[in-house]
T-cell receptor, first 111, second 114 residues
């Protein structure tokens, strides 16, 4: 079945450091891929998306490229801020429409 | 547009009771999905409703059920609550247009079963 695997957390970085959170997926067909972010006590917010191979999703300085050959969708940001501290979820949407999530990666950014 | 709203935000129940959670989607969205979030199992899909019909169902026991009304609002019901049902229940709405199936989430209902 379809699945998503994310790198284990928590990840602790200093402000202005470079961020990479790895995400790989297993899927039949051509899923859409998403990154969601969850701040403490809140629901999920869509951060970025990509719907086909080689698409690059970007938002608020975050980027991720849909790599079909490596079945990956790694999240990157060039310079993190304290306000980026949150839990990040990689997800895929299959043709049935449901979202399948990775286990989440907690990011903590220290000033 | 207003976002997805969920009520109540917090709920405390005891084992054996039943509970009903409510979700109002973004105006114009006809699809509503429900997810359960727990520290151990992460985010798991419960079911999806589209135009008052269940379109998709996850691997949860029959104690978990839902419905959708003609105005797209949705409710989920859990009967005979167990301790393991303690979780954050998230509702998401979408326009359900493939492949741009972006789902927008509400703040969740935190259910505690004692």
């Amino acid at each position: 079945g379809n699945s998503v695997t994310q790198m284990e957390g928590p990840v602790t970085l200093s402000e202005e450091a470079f961020l990479t959170i790895n995400c790989t997926y297993t899927a039949t067909g051509y899923p859409s891929l998403f990154w969601y972010v969850q701040y403490p006590g809140e629901g999920l917010q869509l951060l970025l998306k990509a719907t086909k191979a080689d698409d690059k999703g970007s938002n608020k300085g975050f980027e991720a490229t849909y790599r079909k050959e490596t079945t990956s969708f790694h999240l990157e940001k060039g310079s993190v801020q304290v306000s980026d501290s949150a839990v990040y979820f990689c997800a895929l949407s299959d043709e049935g429409g449901k979202l399948i999530f990775g286990q989440g990666t907690e990011l903590s950014v220290k000033p | 547009k207003a976002g997805v709203t969920q009520t109540p935000r917090y709920l405390i129940k005891t084992r054996g009771q039943q509970v009903t959670l409510s979700c109002s989607p973004i105006s114009g969205h006809r699809s509503v999905s429900w997810y359960q979030q727990t520290p151990g199992q992460g985010l798991q899909f419960l079911f999806e409703y589209f135009s008052e019909t269940q379109r998709n169902k996850g691997n949860f026991p029959g104690r978990f059920s839902g419905r959708q009304f003609s105005n797209s609002r949705s409710e989920m019901n859990v009967s005979t609550l167990e301790l393991g049902d303690s979780a954050l229940y998230l509702c998401a709405s979408s326009e359900r247009t493939w492949p741009y199936n972006e789902q927008f989430f509400g703040p969740g209902t935190r259910l505690t079963v004692l």
